[in-house]
């Protein structure tokens, strides 16, 4: 064999290697690094009643400063994401809210649908008598987060270029290029009961991208998967929430007039699995009478006195324990104990 045809040969081995040589030593130099995490995305761990796990970099709170409901972003938003195989950044957004403690997170997304559905079964009479569903329930939502996101797209050039011009057209197209790219997000936040918008912060990340092809590394799948921490896009855009999300904290956190008084998180858990005694009513069930005439008791007790007749309309909260086939209970005019057999969850 020549030696022409040995170096033909060989040539294709060490373009590779150099595209490969060329990666590591950008990313052993954090040239390829977000400026916030390593590996995966930024915003990851998880969060229960009982706190955060797994997550870097999120500001904490002691206590949550309201009840938050986190909306989709406008249709134009959600269009530009899918150019880079993302999905909504919603559920990154409630990861992080809920991990920092900060406030507690509403669900009035896909979620809300089931859980109307939820509530229509009981209505119908569907669900078991002891399940705790019934009316006034819901937490109610404090404020309302909107999420935008802002691309600026890749530069021209790059050190592709340059790789191309010393060893050949082919190495350009195998090393791609080194390409700076950069997500700005915004967040608004309006009162829910008033709609005024009572805090607004941006949010921007820049990460220089080493891209070596899909030929040698599978560089494609990635983008495939559509996850926010297996593609650069993704990396770039969840950092860019972190931060933002990071400066609304901040300004509701240096504002006692936007803190709201609620609970943990973990007493609002508590609340909605709460029952009574003996399982049929939770504490805040809505109930009304069966039928007309209905006797309010003074006391859990057939032979006590009377403190009210309820029409077959009225309206009982439970506010209280069951005790003898009574459960107690306020209504509009009086509070007392009304026999469980004669009242039913609206």
């Known amino acids: 064999m020549s030696m022409r045809a040995i170096d033909a040969w060989r040539v294709p081995a060490i373009l590779a290697g150099f595209a490969m040589l060329a990666g590591n030593a950008f990313a052993q130099g954090g040239i390829t690094k977000e400026k916030q995490g ?118 021209a050039g790059g050190v592709g270029g340059a790789a191309a011009g010393v060893f050949g057209r082919k190495v350009g197209a195998i090393a791609g290029g080194l390409k700076f790219k950069e997500a700005q997000t915004s967040m608004l936040v309006a009162d829910a009961r008033t709609t005024v918008q009572v805090a607004a912060a941006e949010g921007s990340t820049k990460k220089a991208d080493m891209r070596l092809g899909a030929g040698l590394f599978g560089g494609g799948g990635g983008a495939a998967a559509g996850g926010y921490g297996n593609t650069n896009e993704g990396k770039i855009i969840a950092a860019a929430l972190m931060d933002n999300y990071n400066n609304i ?46 006797k309010l008791m003074a006391t859990p007790d057939d032979a006590g006195k009377v403190a009210g007749t309820l029409a077959r309309g009225d309206e009982l909260v439970v506010i209280g324990e069951e005790k003898n086939g009574f459960v107690n209970v306020q209504g509009s005019t009086a509070s007392g104990w009304v026999k469980i057999v004669l009242v039913q969850k609206h």
């Open 38 to 155: 390593q590996g995966g995305s930024v915003v990851q761990g998880a969060a229960g009643t009982q706190g955060s796990q797994g997550d870097t970099g999120l500001q904490h709170c002691e206590k949550p400063m309201g009840a938050l409901a986190v909306v989709e972003p406008q249709d134009f938003v959600l269009a530009s994401l899918r150019r880079y195989q993302l999905q909504s950044p919603v559920g990154l957004i409630r990861l992080m809210v809920q991990q920092s403690n900060c406030f507690i997170v509403v669900e009035r997304g896909i979620g809300m649908q089931n859980a109307m559905q939820e509530r229509g079964l009981n209505n119908s009479g569907e669900l078991r008598q002891d399940s705790n569903m019934g009316k006034g329930q819901m937490v109610t939502a404090d404020f309302i987060l909107t999420p935008s996101v802002v691309f600026s797209e890749n530069n």
């Open 249 to 294: 904290v901040g300004v509701i956190k240096g504002d006692p007039n936007l803190q709201r008084n609620v609970g943990t998180l973990a007493q609002e858990a508590a609340k909605g699995g709460a029952k009574a005694a003996n399982g049929t009513f939770a504490q805040g069930d809505v109930l009304g009478p069966k039928i007309a005439g209905v």
